[in-house]
Nanobody
C-alpha cells in the first residue's frame, strides 16, 4: 500500500527550528520528486518546497527561502524539511506529496496525512 507519513511537527517558539520527515512505504521514494505543502488555519493549502528525484534541484516559496532546507536520503526512503527561524505565520499542517515524475511539475498525486507545526510564544 502506497503511503507517505510525515513526522517531526510540534510546538516551537518564534525563531526556533524543527525538522520534518516524510517517509515513504509501498513504493521507492527515490523515483519521484517530492513536495511539501502547508495549510494554515482558515487558509487554503499552499506550496512550500519541492525536491527533484536526484535531489539536485530544490525550489522554495519566496517566504521560505533562506529559512527552509529540503533534502532527501533515498537510501532511507525519506525526505527532510529543515525549518529554521520559524515565524508565527509558519503555523499550519504540513503535508508531503509525491509528484508523478522526477521533476517538480504538475500536481502531486499522493499525499501524506500531515503533521501539525505550531509556532507560538
Amino acid at each position: 500500500q502506497l503511503q507517505l507519513v510525515e513526522s517531526g511537527g510540534g510546538l516551537v517558539q518564534p525563531g526556533g527550528s524543527l525538522r520534518l520527515s516524510c517517509a515513504a512505504s509501498g513504493f521507492t521514494l527515490g523515483v519521484y520528486a517530492i513536495g511539501w505543502f502547508r495549510q494554515a488555519p482558515g487558509k487554503e493549502r499552499e506550496w512550500v518546497s519541492c525536491i527533484s528525484r536526484s535531489g539536485g534541484t530544490t525550489k522554495y516559496a519566496d517566504s521560505m527561502k533562506g529559512r527552509f532546507t529540503l533534502s532527501r536520503d533515498n537510501s532511507k526512503n525519506t525526505v527532510y524539511l529543515q525549518m529554521n527561524s520559524l515565524k508565527l505565520e509558519d503555523t499550519g499542517v504540513y503535508y508531503c506529496a509525491r509528484y508523478e515524475g522526477a521533476l517538480c511539475a504538475g500536481s502531486p498525486r499522493a499525499w501524506g496525512q500531515g503533521t501539525q507545526v505550531t509556532v507560538s510564544s
